[in-house]
Structure formats: structure tokens, C-alpha cells
């Protein structure tokens, strides 16, 4: 079955750098590969998400990349803020019906 | 988000007895999940349902049942036989299963064995 790393497990950046996750996964099928950022004691959010025949998504300051080839796909939040401060989970799903499998999350920490 | 409702909240469960989370949801969606956090971790799949009257054990059931008589009900129930359950319990559903298709998750459900 499908297998999803993550890393780094903690990011420490300044206000206004940018932070950066990478994530890998092991199912070449997987088709479907959303990010949610969760704080804590609260329910993940979808922030983003991209599918497999795209390469890079944009919304605002978050942006994801795939890499099919290599099996990886990153998060990428520039000018971070405070309150981006938050565990962040990628997961992968393959195609039929939909299971996602998620990283192990990273917990990004925005200093002001 | 705001269509999943959870409860209860907080529960507390003593050795040997079983106890039921609820999940329910009114947007219609015919994909429900439960997915189990423990501290620091990711989600784990426990069970999931494609339609009424239908569900499949996730990566993590032993320990836990479910039933899927109504489309917009899917309780999950922890049995005795989950010897470590104490754990933020997570219930999701979709439109339809298909990938590509957003989850939503509900609020959660803390339990805590005592």
C-alpha cells in the first residue's frame, strides 16, 4: 500500500522567510495529494491540493510542486506570518476509491 | 467543514468497557472515514464507507466497529479488545469516495482512558 514521509517533523523560520516541506510517497498510482495544516487541538484543514496531471498550484502566498518522476511533492509558504504557526499533514491517495494516507506532519513554528 | 458534527467532545472510558463516537454529517456525502491521531502523529485510517450499509476495515480497525445504516450517520464504536485507545478521533466524509474529491473533517473527539 501506499507510504507517505514527511519532513522535516519541526520548522523554525522569522516572519517574512519562507518555509518549505517536502513530502514522499511510494504508490506510483497515487493520483491525488492534498495538504492540510492543523492547529492544535483542531480539526486539519485543507489549505491546498493538487493532482497528478498538474506540476505546480498557486494560491496567494502557498504553492505546491509534484514531481512525479521522483515521487515527491513540497509545500511552499512564502512571507510566512505568525499565524501560519500550525502542524501541517501532506497525504497521497490513488486512484478508484479515495483512502488518503498521510505524512507524519511538521510542525512549523513562525517567530515574529 | 461546518456540515460534520462530532460528539461528544471529551469522553472518558474505563477499562473493559466499549464506548460510541458519533459522526454526523448533513452534506449529503456518500464517503464517511474515521482516522485516529495520536499525539505528535499523523492520521491513521480505522474504517471507511463508500455507501449505506457498507464499510471496509481501514489500516487500524482491530479493536473498533462501525455501522453505516443511515447516509448521513456513521458511529464508530471502541471495543474492550483496543487495549490503547486514549487517542483524538477524527471523522471525515466526501462526496463521493473518487479521488480527487475534498474530505472534510468534523471537529473530533477527544477519548481518554481512565
Known amino acids: 500500500g501506499e507510504n507517505v514521509e514527511q519532513h522535516p517533523s519541526t520548522l523554525s523560520v522569522q516572519e517574512g522567510d519562507s518555509a518549505v516541506i517536502k513530502c514522499t510517497y511510494s504508490?506510483?498510482?497515487?493520483?491525488?495529494f492534498p495538504w492540510y495544516k492543523q492547529e492544535l487541538g483542531k480539526r486539519p484543514q485543507l489549505i491546498i491540493d493538487?493532482?497528478?496531471?498538474?506540476g505546480e498550484k498557486k494560491d496567494q502566498r502557498i504553492a505546491v510542486t509534484l514531481n512525479k518522476t521522483a515521487k515527491h511533492f513540497s509545500l511552499h509558504i512564502t512571507e510566512t506570518q505568525p499565524e501560519d504557526s500550525a502542524v501541517y499533514f501532506c497525504?497521497?491517495?490513488?486512484?478508484?476509491?479515495?483512502?488518503?494516507?498521510f505524512g507524519t506532519g511538521t510542525r512549523l513554528l513562525v517567530s515574529p | 467543514d461546518g456540515g460534520i458534527t462530532q460528539s461528544p467532545k471529551y469522553l472518558f472510558r474505563k477499562e473493559g468497557q466499549n464506548v460510541t463516537l458519533s459522526c454526523e454529517q448533513n452534506?449529503?456525502?456518500?464517503?464517511m472515514y474515521w482516522y485516529r491521531q495520536d499525539p505528535g502523529q499523523g492520521l491513521r485510517l480505522i474504517y471507511y464507507?463508500?455507501?449505506?450499509?457498507?464499510?471496509q476495515k481501514g489500516d487500524i480497525a482491530e479493536g473498533y466497529s462501525v455501522s453505516r445504516e443511515k447516509k448521513e450517520s456513521f458511529p464508530l464504536t471502541v471495543t474492550s479488545a483496543q487495549k490503547n485507545p486514549t487517542a483524538f478521533y477524527l471523522c471525515?466524509?466526501?462526496?463521493?469516495?473518487?479521488?480527487?474529491?475534498?474530505?472534510?473533517f468534523g471537529e473530533g473527539s477527544w477519548l481518554t482512558v481512565v
Open positions: 471525515a466524509s466526501t462526496w463521493d469516495g473518487e479521488s480527487g474529491n475534498t474530505i472534510y
Open positions: 504508490d506510483s498510482a497515487s493520483n491525488y
Open positions: 493538487i493532482r497528478s496531471n498538474v
Open positions: 497525504a497521497a491517495t490513488g486512484t478508484g476509491f479515495q483512502k488518503l494516507v
Open positions: 452534506l449529503n456525502h456518500d464517503a
Open positions: 464507507s463508500q455507501i449505506v450499509n457498507d464499510f
